[in-house]
Nanobody
Framework: VQLQASGGGLVQTGGSLRLSCAAS????????MGWFRQAPGKEREFVAA????????YYAHSVKGRFTITRDDARNAQYLQMNSLKTEDTAVYYC?????????????????WGQGTQVTVSS
């Protein structure tokens, strides 16, 4: 199983980025997909999750209304559209896959992880 995150970069405050996560080696359409992030000196935290059908999504309070998680099962991929970025969004972003049916904010319930992509928001 491999999850490959991409799309990170340097952007100014108020800008946008779109992260992608390409999955292989797992029955993608049966997995809940999620995004987590880890800022320097902080623990990794939940950002967003999308259920297997794509009909339900859940966001951390800090990103709700600014970030949108989507998935494309035909491409075995998920995405995180990030708008109105703030300096506090600076972090390494990780995609993750969970075989549990319910979306979760807990890292321990995600079985597979990507390598992370750096997002830096400058003021």
């Amino acid at each position: 199983v491999q999850l490959q995150a991409s799309g990170g970069g340097l952007v100014q405050t108020g800008g946008s980025l779109r992260l992608s996560c390409a999955a292989s080696g797992l029955p993608f359409s049966r997995y809940v997909m999620g995004w987590f992030r880890q800022a320097p000196g902080k623990e990794r935290e939940f950002v967003a999750a999308i259920n297997w059908s794509g009909a339900s999504r859940y966001y951390a309070h800090s990103v709700k209304g600014r970030f949108t998680i989507t998935r494309d099962d035909a491409r075995n991929a998920q995405y995180l559209q990030m708008n109105s970025l703030k300096t506090e969004d600076t972090a390494v972003y990780y995609c993750a896959a969970s075989r549990f049916q319910a979306m979760s904010v807990l890292e321990t319930e995600y079985e597979y992880w990507g390598q992370g992509t750096q997002v830096t928001v400058s003021s």
